[in-house]
């Protein structure tokens, strides 16, 4: 998850190559989550990738205590990471993200990111 997790969360932009419709309610909420995931990566702040952005699951499949270590390690050499959001679907405290992620000199892969509301909050759960 570690590796991935550092492709995924970065360079959020909602939509493909049609001009998207803009979110809202849940979806937005998400998208917002990733978007912050997609921050704290690029700036590479694990901490709060780690502690604020994923789920326990989430942080126990990525180290669970080494998880900034385990980050900060896949990230190496990654440059430019960014994902692209390409639909949002939200059921109750659950939703799935289909993204497509890249980072410079690397091929784009499709994905999809699974989140979980975690008290009023979106968090990364998994990425497939």
């Known amino acids: 998850m570690a590796t991935l997790a550092i492709l995924a969360p970065v360079g959020c932009s909602i939509g493909a190559d049609e001009e998207p ?44 205590d080494e998880c900034e270590a385990q980050l900060r390690s896949a990230a190496e050499g990654v440059r430019r990471p960014s994902i692209d959001v390409h639909r949002i679907t939200v059921a109750g405290d659950s939703a799935t993200v289909e993204v497509t992620t890249r980072a410079e000199g690397q091929a784009r892969v499709r994905d999809e990111l699974r989140m979980r509301r975690v008290d009023g909050r979106w968090r990364v759960e998994a990425l497939s």
């Open 21 to 64: 419709k803009p979110a809202s309610g849940p979806a937005a909420a998400v998208a917002a989550a990733v978007e912050r995931l997609e921050r704290a990566i690029a700036s590479r702040d694990f901490t709060a990738a780690c502690d604020e952005l994923f789920t326990a699951t989430a942080r126990r499949r990525s180290g669970g």
